[in-house]
């Protein structure tokens, strides 16, 4: 399992479901929801700034972060999907969300439900997206409208799909893997 740490006498709290890649750090006021994937070298920070309350079925791909900023809690909802490289600071995305590699969502921003933030897109602090749209650019603005709900992307693994093929040692399968947890 990854690595955890207490800050202020606050200390991460994940699901039993969720799965932690072994270089992923949690620091302080941190929870994550069930059946939640967070990737190799993804940092998330809750620190003095504020809180991180990560949803049920949430995948973070690698090398992304996350954190709080002064006044302002992040939150990701249930069924995100956080593409590599993004950072994200003290913002809201709602439910359904992709949000793909090499974003940026800054301060205070909100992310309407089943949206897609495009690769590399510059969300601005304090900028407010309704649900089902399609963002991208820098500065970020709605490119169009998503009909119906977002499909999850096919390069986003699934929890249980990476718990069941578990490599304990790095030497083959642990079949008897069921806690979901490296």
């Known amino acids: 399992m990854g690595r955890l740490y207490s800050y202020r006498g606050a200390s991460p709290r ?7 890649a072994d ?8 929870v994550v929801g069930e059946d939640a994937l967070i990737a190799g070298g993804v940092r998330i920070t809750g620190d003095s700034s504020g809180a991180v309350r990560i949803g049920a079925r949430v995948t973070i791909l690698e090398n992304t972060v996350l954190r709080p900023l ?3 809690d992040l939150v990701i909802e249930d069924d995100v999907v956080i593409g590599p490289g993004a950072v994200l600071q003290g913002c809201h995305v709602g439910s359904g969300t992709v949000v793909e590699a090499g974003a940026l969502l800054d301060g205070r921003c909100r992310i309407g439900t089943e949206s897609l933030v495009g690769s590399g897109a510059c969300v601005k602090q304090r900028s407010v997206f309704p649900a089902r749209s399609v963002i991208d650019g820098s ?10 709900p977002l499909r999850r992307p096919d390069w986003a693994p699934r929890s249980g799909d990476l718990a069941a093929r578990r490599l304990p040692d790095g030497h083959g399968t642990d079949p008897g893997a069921t806690s979901g947890r490296p």
Not at 14 to 20: D, Q
Not at 23 to 30: F, K, P, Q, T
Not at 139 to 148: I, S, Y
Request: a negative charge; glycine letters at 10%.
């Open 14 to 20: 994940l699901a039993a479901s969720a799965l932690l």
């Open 23 to 30: 270089s992923a750090e949690l620091v302080g006021d941190v």
């Open 70 to 72: 002064p006044d302002s």
């Open 139 to 148: 500065p970020a603005e709605v490119m169009g409208r998503l009909r119906g």
